[in-house]
């Protein structure tokens, strides 16, 4: 069924569904590959903003921290000689320059300010827009030393500063942490620490202001897992770990993101995905969380999804009509060069020549074909004419030929009757004396005769030379033909070439169509080997063998068609050939005979002229011998033997003459039967 079919459905077959999957394939993949992108896009942005957003908390604490570095520095160099109220200055403008600052205050080891003193512990505060100064916390009550951040300090060396994991402080109802500082004196001796407390409301108000996208929010746990900000408010004043929340996928990530610097995840809430992204402020080992739906990924991919499929359906439509344009163009020119190969093969030369506009391998074929076509037309046509030619001069010859012959039976009978006449006069020789009267009239007969003979000698002279002319120059003719018609099969046998060149081209199209159906055979077995995931590549290997295929029976078509042309050139030329080699091997010997035997007709006429010449001779000596007749009757037997002699050799020369005439007779017949052939040869195609 599909060997049937017509090239034009066989390339729609093969073309259109492989661009069709192609297209769909290149769709999938480039869908694909955009979900992963803006995955990953969207990954390294929330990542992005985590960074940020951790650099600008840490500059906020960095701040801190060098406020309590500066004020240890200070206290460690002055507490010999400054006094509390010079402290409190300092400490309430430090206070005041910063609004996260909410408190600080001076912890010395015991006795290192006072000698008297074990609990040496100022502590500074604000209260509305005014600092207070209180000592509770300097007592053994207390006990600061056992808190973290002296334990803390006591542990750094001089210049560095901690801030201590947040905790709740009921006195203020806040969450705050506390940022400790060592000081040492000049001798590098620990003496005490300074704090600086801090309220997480700005470090709430920065997590809180980060936002991404519609949906994407941040929150803050500490290095523990404790809640510093989220949006459930309860989370944070029960001081809610993640570990516990009631979210039990987020709980059951916890421990991934507490345990490493950096990353994304993904969990469910309340049975929506969600992906997170999350960093650790440095020093303090906060994390910073910020979470985006997954459905607002997914909106976006569904509006590329619906574009991408809008556009494959116009790049498939607008494939298909281009492709089936193309095919078409290609399906018509083949059409056209097969009707005119056919017309061609068939000897039909009126066919109008082929009309290519395009410069491809069909326009050159059609070009060649259309240069075949004038040059056998012109051929044939030349031919057609030159056997018309040689008919009117084969009959022309045939006539000359029998008007020859008519005029050597004239001469015969004439010769018959000069024999009888020269017979009678040797049997009456004896009676030459009494009939002088009839010898008068016999010479006379003979004279007259004689001058027939005469005439008819120059007759046959001057149509030998006509039949001479004649034949050389249908000799030169046939020469000059045939070698014009050998320089033209030639030059029609080089451009015929171009046959083969197709020949050739179609023959590699059917190697790459191999090589095509070879790599589609290797994608099938690597599709196969991998499995459940190649089976999309092992149906576009299988289109594409199916494609070589469809190639290697189109060009197997192509290069029957092209058998036929050269069959049909090869019939063409071979013909012409056979006549070339007619007219050289047959026709031109044949007029080069009728040249030999036109000259023979001029020589043997000579001879008859000759031979008349000496008759009419011998009778102008009879009638002057007239009245020496009786005394030479010997003479006029020898001549009258003489004159029987030269009668008979006439006879003989005229017999042969004869026989040339009527071979001349035969061969211009087979000149004109060999004219007939041709011209039969020749109707054989249509040129008018």
């Known amino acids: 069924m599909f060997k049937k079919m017509s090239i034009m459905t066989k390339m729609l077959i093969g073309i259109i569904p492989v661009i069709t999957i192609a297209m769909i394939l290149m769709t999938y993949v480039s869908m694909t590959n955009s979900r992963s992108i803006i995955q990953e896009q969207t990954t390294e942005r929330n990542a992005a903003i985590t960074a940020s957003n951790i650099n600008t908390i840490d500059s906020y604490l960095d701040v801190i921290r060098n406020t309590a570095v500066v004020l240890s520095r200070s206290v460690g160099g002055t507490y010999k000689t400054s006094n509390m109220e010079e402290y409190k200055e300092i400490f309430s403008n430090a206070q005041l320059d910063n609004d996260m600052i909410s408190g600080c205050g001076i912890w010395f080891e015991p006795y290192a300010f006072d000698e008297n003193e074990q609990y ?67 001798q590098d001796e620990y003496i005490g620490c300074v704090t600086v407390d801090i309220v997480l409301d700005t470090i709430s108000e920065i997590t809180s202001a980060i936002t991404v996208g519609k949906t994407g929010s941040a929150m803050m746990v500490t290095s523990s897992g404790t809640y510093l900000y989220t949006k459930d408010e309860a989370k944070v004043a029960d001081g ?133 076509y004038e040059s056998n037309r012109n051929v044939i046509s030349q031919i057609s004419d030159e056997s018309e030619h040689i008919s009117s001069a084969s ?154 295929n469809d190639t290697a029976e189109a060009v197997q078509q192509i290069q029957t068609t092209i058998d036929g042309v050269q069959d049909a050139f090869k019939t063409i030329t071979d013909s012409s050939q056979e006549l070339l080699n007619f007219v050289n091997d047959t026709a031109a010997p044949d007029y080069e005979n009728f040249v030999h035997v036109a000259q023979q007709y001029g020589d043997d006429a000579k001879q008859f002229g000759s031979q008349s010449d000496q008759i009419a001779q011998m009778v102008e000596n009879i009638r002057n011998a007239m009245n020496e007749v009786n005394n030479a009757i010997q003479n006029i037997a020898e001549s009258t033997q003489e004159t029987a002699s030269h009668s008979s050799d006439i006879t003989d020369s005229i017999n042969t003459a004869a026989d040339v005439v009527e071979n001349v007779s035969d061969m211009s017949s087979k000149q004109e039967d060999i004219a007939g052939i041709l011209d039969g040869i020749v109707k054989n195609f249509k040129l008018k």
């Open 120 to 186: 040496t512990g100022p502590y500074w505060y604000k209260d509305g827009g005014n600092i207070v100064e209180t000592w509770d916390y300097s007592n053994a009550e207390y006990d600061y030393f056992s808190q973290e951040y002296y334990t803390n300090a006591k542990a750094m060396a001089k210049g560095t500063s901690a801030i201590t994991d947040p905790y709740y402080d009921p006195t203020s109802g806040t969450i705050m942490s506390t940022c400790s500082a060592p000081i040492y004196n000049a």
């Open 395 to 548: 009959s022309s010859l045939s006539s000359m030929a029998n008007e020859l012959t008519s005029q050597f039976e004239k001469i015969q009978s004439n010769m018959s009757g000069v024999n009888d006449a020269m017979m009678s006069s040797g049997a009456a020789t004896e009676e030459v004396s009494a009939s002088v009267e009839e010898v008068n009239t016999s010479v006379q007969s003979l004279a007259d005769v004689s001058e027939e003979s005469l005439a008819a000698t120059k007759n046959i002279m001057k149509r030998a030379q006509e039949i001479e002319e004649s034949s050389q120059k249908a000799y030169d003719n046939a020469i000059n033909i045939a070698k014009e018609r050998s320089l033209e099969l030639s030059e029609a046998s080089e451009k015929a070439k171009i046959v083969e060149e197709i020949s050739g081209m179609a023959q590699s199209i059917a190697e790459i169509a191999d090589q095509i159906n070879l790599l589609s055979l290797n994608a099938s077995i690597e599709a196969a080997r991998a499995g459940e995931h190649g089976k999309g590549f092992a149906v576009v290997a299988s289109e594409i063998n199916n494609l070589a």
């Open 240 to 372: 809610v770990n993640i570990a516990n929340d009631d979210n039990t996928s987020l709980a059951s990530v916890s421990s991934v993101i507490l345990s490493q610097d950096n990353g994304s995840i993904r969990y469910l809430e309340d049975g929506e995905g969600i992906i997170a992204s999350y960093g650790t402020v440095p020093e303090v080992n906060w994390k910073l969380i910020i979470r985006m739906n997954q459905s607002e990924l997914d909106e976006e991919m569904n509006r590329l999804t619906i574009l991408m499929i809008t556009i494959l359906v116009i790049a498939i439509v607008v494939s298909s009509i281009v492709v089936l344009i193309l095919v078409s163009s290609i399906a018509k020119n083949l059409a056209n060069v097969k009707k005119f190969a056919g017309s061609l093969a068939s000897g039909d030369f009126t066919v109008s020549k082929l009309f290519a506009k395009s410069g491809d391998e069909l326009g050159q074929m059609s070009d060649s074909l259309n240069n075949m």
